[in-house]
């Protein structure tokens, strides 16, 4: 009986537990498992929740949850022992004996009852459901070759007798209609879903044709995110062996979280195969059944969870729903389950999250809720059987757009070379391109500071504006262009499916470094910027992967790293300049994939279950979609400006302006001739509009104020202090203080060493630039700006990104890892460098 419906004071064994996956998971926890024994406290009719001891706890359930749970009462045990003697019995004291006899007997019954188990037979008409049902149950039911023969569930019974250990079975096995899909559209759907949810059955079989996979799977997918106990019977499988079709049935299985049993069910092959899944499964010893979520992408599993969070403040929904189901449904606009939300306490909020979340996706996808949700579902399949299945040569007509285009673009060894110059390209057009915005916005940001200049009265603030604010904020600006391309590019691959692509091409070489394929995309778009790369790593779903994606992006050279480069390569090594660019990119790879290779073996975080790569048809996204994603992508670098670098611009601009009194001027600076006289004569000269420029041609190079020409400055005493820890690198002051600047962001160390090394070159007429350079040239050697440079591309990630790398793993800790990891690395790097440059140069 149920459980629900026992007595106050009544007393019984469990035999049981119904629900889907989720329910089940939560009951079994609680301590409700086979064989336990149970005592009501209080069940008054009217009452709810029915309060229950169970192993020396009181456990309350609700109504609806006690009726799931399935048990053998003191009754029904008594009752099958002395059937007569039963009524008079039951007012008597038992004896110790009958007693003992009786829990015996309850514990037997409750086995027996648990070897009972309902099976229902879902899959799509025609996939051979009632032939199986007649070859398992013997029973000879109408066989038809057309849809729509089994109107009405047939229930069938029959002895189940595992060859292994010889335990007997009794197995009501259950005929559905056959359905395409569980939505609510037609008559056998809408039966389906109400008898998997309303009779829960034990164990589903979800029987597809083997020879058409990627449709049946697609009722695969929903059955999935009912999170059913499922085994997959490929049935037809004669017909796969004779098309010379190869499927890896073990590890498709293993991707979607169910067994999977070849069978022939006009022959009877591989029935007992699929009954012994059955039961494994039943039991929960099977390896393979886990409950996966199908990943409809990033957009739509937001929403999702958004939806879930909400049916979620109705506990008394969660026994007989996946909640995560029920989200789905409603995304969709299933007008049954639709129906259902107006009967719970919450419904408005439910009903305008539903809203908002369809009109979001609308926005994002250019796609109804319903469309996108099938499109990611089929997206699915085609990732999962990409990787197991392969058709013969046979069955390639028909293909579809998207799989020809997938012949070339994801062929064995086609797919690297098109990879490989579609990032060429990439980059290529975004530094190229992005030169001429670049010019002009270096160009306005001159015309700015120069009308600062000349409209403000000379002072502490104008020197503020001009060199604090405009000088910092200006030299990172002129890089928005390069970037806003940058991430143009990378949303088309995005928004074409080009990069599920790639993701899934680079798989495999992922895999030997404990990454997963779906690392590759991160990584590419950390050489724009590691912050939203970071962010990005949502979409692995293995938390290990994942974790060790977003330790690792640091060490993908940002294009903030760049301005450095460009100005440290063409002062000391303008001959061989793309060769050291191009090693400095690699060597930053490779200390990434080094590391993570390190990290898979020796971090240990989380599990390592395979998961499907999805796969979602090609599209031509739409201009608005590409733009929005790009947009978005470009206001998280404005937002950067705005806050860190703004700050700490202003921040070193204070340093570097105010003075320690007392403190001795700077060998340098007393060196530097005539230094108060020229500061003197450069300022009219400032309102004439000194040449300013900003960013890759230029840094800023902001006049030092030259008021504390007698005494050193705050930045240079901060940089004195830190200069002896590289001083095995001969990095002098300046450069310390510019590697600190970079910990804010690391556009900051060219425009720092533009304010610090002013001084040298305030005589000159040339470009700031070739100013800044020849003062570099003065001031260190290409040993040590070989060696700056590595460890300018190595060490701690900036701000922005430790913040983004704690929120994204969820501890400090991980940040605080990252940080020291990479500074460690870059330290030991950078000296390798000087030390074999100095042995062969
Ligand atoms: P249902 O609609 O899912 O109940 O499918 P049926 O059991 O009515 O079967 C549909 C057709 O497929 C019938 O003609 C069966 O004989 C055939 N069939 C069923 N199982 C197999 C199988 O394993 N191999 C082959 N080749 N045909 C099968
Ligand atoms: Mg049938």
């Known amino acids: 009986m149920k459980l629900s419906d026992l007595h106050t004071g009544q007393i019984a064994v469990i035999a049981k537990v119904g629900g889907h996956g989720g329910f089940r998971k939560r009951i079994v926890e609680m301590g409700f498992i086979k064989g336990k024994k149970i005592k009501v406290v209080l069940n008054a009719p009217l009452r709810d929740p029915i309060e229950y001891e169970l192993m020396g706890y009181k456990i309350s359930l609700r109504r609806e949850e006690a009726a799931m749970v399935e048990v053998i009462s003191e009754e029904e045990a008594e009752q099958s022992l002395r059937p007569s003697a039963a009524q008079h019995l039951s007012a008597l ?89 569980l939505s609510a559209y037609s008559a056998e759907e809408r039966y389906v879903r109400s008898q998997l949810i309303e009779q829960t059955p034990d164990v589903v079989i979800n029987v597809v044709d083997a020879s058409n ?182 069955k390639k007509h028909g293909e579809s757009r998207s799989e020809r285009i997938d012949r070339i673009v994801t062929h064995r060894w086609l797919s690297y070379p098109v990879f490989l110059t579609l990032l060429y390209l990439i980059f290529e057009a975004t530094f190229t391109l992005g030169e001429y915005p670049m010019q002009w916005l270096s160009w306005l940001v001159d015309q700015f500071a120069a009308f600062i200049t000349m409209s403000m009265p000379e002072g502490v603030l104008r020197d503020l504006i001009v060199d604090g604010v405009i000088g910092g904020v200006g030299s990172v600006i002129v890089f928005l262009p390069n970037i806003l391309l940058l991430y143009l590019f990378i949303s088309l691959l995005e928004d074409t499916g080009y990069m599920a692509r790639a993701a899934f091409i680079t798989d495999k070489l992922m895999h030997h470094i404990g990454l997963h394929g779906k690392s590759l995309i991160p990584m590419v778009m950390g050489l724009g910027c590691n912050v939203p790369s970071v962010m990005a790593t949502r979409m692995i779903e293995n938390p290990k992967s994942r974790l060790i994606t977003m330790l690792i992006i640091p060490f993908m050279s940002c294009s903030a790293r760049l301005p450095i480069y460009i100005l440290l390569i063409a002062a000391f090594f303008p001959d061989s300049g793309s060769l050291v660019m191009l090693a400095l990119y690699a060597l930053g790879i490779a200390v990434a994939l080094v590391s993570a290779k390190l990290f898979s073996r020796y971090l240990h975080v989380g599990g390592d279950l395979p998961f499907v790569m999805e796969l979602p048809p090609y599209r031509i996204p739409t201009l608005k979609s590409v733009v929005r994603h790009t947009w978005e992508k470009g206001q998280q670098y404005l937002r950067k400006m705005a806050g860190l670098i703004l700050a700490f611009s202003v921040v070193i601009w204070a340093l570097g302006y105010f003075s320690i009194p007392g403190e001795e001027a700077s060998v340098e600076s007393q060196m530097t001739p005539n230094r108060a006289q020229s500061s003197l004569h450069e300022l009219p000269r400032c309102e004439g509009g000194k040449d300013r420029e900003a960013g890759l041609t230029a840094s800023v190079a902001p006049q030092e104020a030259s008021v504390e020409s007698q005494n050193r400055s705050c930045l240079e005493w901060v940089g004195r202090a830190v200069a002896p820890v590289f001083s095995p690198m001969d990095f002098d002051w300046q450069m310390s203080v510019g590697i600190l600047s970079g910990v804010g962001a690391k556009e900051l160390v060219v425009s720092t060493l533009g304010v610090l090394y002013a001084d040298d070159y305030a005589d000159d007429d040339d470009q700031s630039t070739t100013r800044l350079q020849a003062a570099l040239i003065a001031h260190t050697t290409p040993r040590a700006a070989l060696a700056y440079m590595v460890f300018l591309l190595l060490y701690l990630p900036c701000i922005a990104t430790i913040v983004a790398i704690r929120s994204e793993s969820g501890s400090w800790r991980w940040a605080l890892f990252s940080a020291a990891y990479s500074t460690i690395i870059a330290y030991a790097l950078a000296l390798l460098t000087y030390v074999v440059y100095g042995m062969v140069g």
Do not use: W
Request: proline share 2%.
């Open 213 to 394: 996979l990627e449709r049946n799977l697609y009722l695969t997918t929903q059955l999935i995110d009912m999170n059913l106990r499922m085994v997959v019977a490929l049935n037809m499988y004669d017909e796969v062996r004779k098309n010379g079709d190869r499927l890896d049935y073990d590890q498709l299985g293993i991707l979607l979280g169910a067994p999977m049993v070849p069978t022939v069910s006009r022959s009877g092959e591989g029935i007992t195969a699929l009954f012994e899944q059955v039961i494994d499964v039943y039991e929960y010893k099977s390896e393979v059944a886990r409950h996966i979520h199908v990943n409809h992408g990033v957009e739509l599993e937001k929403s999702i969870d958004r939806i879930k969070e909400v049916i979620q403040k109705n506990g008394q929904i969660r026994h007989k729903y996946s909640t995560r189901y029920l989200a789905i449904k409603l995304l969709e606009g299933d007008r049954e389950y639709n129906a259902f939300v107006d009967t719970l306490k919450n419904h408005d909020e439910l009903v305008s999250a539903r809203y908002e979340e369809q009109q979001r996706i609308q926005r994002e996808l250019s796609a109804g809720a319903e469309e996108a949700l099938i499109d990611a579902k089929y997206g699915f399949i085609q990732g999962a059987l990409k990787e197991t299945h392969q058709l013969s040569h046979a």
């Open 93 to 181: 004291t038992p004896t110790e004996q009958e007693q003992t006899e009786l829990e015996q007997r309850m514990q037997q019954m409750a086995e027996a009852q648990g070897h009972t188990l309902r099976v229902a037979l879902v899959g799509n008409p025609n996939c051979g459901k009632t032939s199986l049902f007649n070859v398992a149950s013997g029973s000879k039911e109408h066989v038809g070759n057309y849809a729509g023969v089994t109107v009405d569930a047939k229930e069938g019974t029959f002895q189940f007798v595992r060859p292994t250990t010889g335990e007997r079975y009794t197995i009501v096995l259950v005929d559905l209609p056959g359905t395409y899909s």
